[in-house]
């Protein structure tokens, strides 16, 4: 029984680990402001879209982001606009945008 929660405790804390370090870069959101004047034109200059259809990406889990535009670059996700848009993005690039939109409130 000790041994089971000794590995709970040590997969939880990795995990938790694992995702502070994800948003721990000061650097990705700052990065990630650069890159999203590509995208303010539908999603808002603040990641709030003043159009309905389009989602706002303020305050958006950053892992979700993430996943989310590497499904539109790989095209598992289907909008021609944002697979053209997510297409020449690299994963560094997607990590700093889903860093700056996450740091959005």
Known sequence: MKRQILTVVSALTLAAISNIAVADHPDDAALGKDKAVGCQGCHGADGISAVPTYP??????????????????????????????????????????????????
């Open 56 to 105: 706002n990406l303020a305050g958006q889990k950053e892992a979700y982001l993430v996943k989310q535009m590497k499904a539109f670059k790989d095209g598992t996700r289907k909008d021609p606009t944002m697979n053209a848009m997510a297409a020449p993005l690299s994963d560094e690039d997607i990590a700093h945008l889903a860093a700056y939109y996450a740091n959005l409130k």
